[in-house]
C-alpha cells in the first residue's frame, strides 16, 4: 500500500517568515495530494490540493508544488502569521482518486514565534 | 455548507464492553471513512465505504467492524473494547467525483477512553 512520509515534525519560524513541509510518497499510482491543516481541538480541514497533471499550485500565501518523477510534494506557507500555528498534514490517494481513503503523513507542528 | 456529526464528542468505556461510534452527513456523499488519530502516528484508516451496505478495510481494521444502512450514516463498532483503541476516532466523508480525487469533510472527533 502507499506510504506518505512527512517532515519535519515539528518547525519553528519568526512571524513573518517563510515555512516549507515536505513529504515524499510511495505509490506512483497516487494521483491526488491534498494538505489539511488542524487547529488545537478542532477538525482536520482542508487548505490547498493539488492533482497529478499539475505542478504547482498557488493560493494567496499558501503554495503546494508536485514532484512526481521523485514522488515528492511539498507546502510553502509565505508571510507567516500567528494564526497559521496549527498541525499540518499532508496525504496521498490512491488512483480511485480517495474514493478508497487517503495515506496520511504523521503531521508537521508548525510554531510561528512572535 | 458540508456538515459531517459525530454522535459523541467524548466517550468513557471498560474493556470487554461493545462500542457504537456514529457519523451522519448531510451532503448525499457516496464515500465514507473512519479514521484513527494518535500523537505521533497522523491519521490511519480503519474502514471505507463508497456506498450502503458496502464496506472495505482500510489500513488497521482489526479490532473493528463497520456499518452503512443508509447512505448518510456510517458506524463503526468496537467489538470488544481494548485499552488500545483509546484514541481520537474522526469520520469524513467525500463525493464520489473523478478518478482525480475530492476534498474530504471531517467531524469534529470522538475522543474515546477504556478504561
Known amino acids: 500500500g502507499e506510504n506518505v512520509e512527512q517532515h519535519p515534525s515539528t518547525l519553528s519560524v519568526q512571524e513573518g517568515d517563510s515555512a516549507v513541509i515536505k513529504c515524499t510518497y510511495s505509490?506512483?499510482?497516487?494521483?491526488?495530494f491534498p494538505w489539511y491543516k488542524q487547529e488545537l481541538g478542532k477538525r482536520p480541514q482542508l487548505i490547498i490540493d493539488i492533482r497529478s497533471n499539475v505542478g504547482e499550485k498557488k493560493d494567496q500565501r499558501i503554495a503546494v508544488t508536485l514532484n512526481k518523477t521523485a514522488k515528492h510534494f511539498s507546502l510553502h506557507i509565505t508571510e507567516t502569521q500567528p494564526e497559521d500555528s496549527a498541525v499540518y498534514f499532508c496525504?496521498?490517494?490512491?488512483?480511485?482518486?480517495?474514493?478508497?481513503?487517503?495515506?496520511f503523513g504523521k503531521g508537521t507542528h508548525l510554531i510561528i514565534q512572535p | 455548507d458540508v456538515k459531517v456529526t459525530q454522535s459523541s464528542r467524548y466517550l468513557v468505556k471498560r474493556t470487554g464492553e461493545k462500542v457504537f461510534l456514529e457519523c451522519v452527513q448531510d451532503m448525499d456523499h457516496e464515500n465514507m471513512f473512519w479514521y484513527r488519530q494518535d500523537p505521533g502516528l497522523g491519521l490511519r484508516l480503519i474502514y471505507f465505504?463508497?456506498?450502503?451496505?458496502?464496506?472495505e478495510k482500510g489500513d488497521i481494521p482489526e479490532g473493528y467492524s463497520v456499518s452503512r444502512e443508509k447512505k448518510e450514516r456510517f458506524s463503526l463498532i468496537l467489538e470488544s473494547a481494548s485499552t488500545n483503541q483509546t484514541s481520537m476516532y474522526l469520520c469524513?466523508?467525500?463525493?464520489?467525483?473523478?478518478?482525480?480525487?475530492?476534498?474530504?469533510?471531517f467531524g469534529q472527533g470522538t475522543r474515546l477512553t477504556v478504561v
Open positions: 505509490d506512483s499510482a497516487s494521483n491526488y
Open positions: 496525504a496521498a490517494s490512491g488512483p480511485g482518486g480517495g474514493a478508497d481513503g487517503l495515506t
Open positions: 465505504s463508497y456506498d450502503v451496505k458496502m464496506k
Open positions: 469524513a466523508s467525500s463525493a464520489p467525483g473523478t478518478s482525480e480525487g475530492t476534498e474530504a469533510f
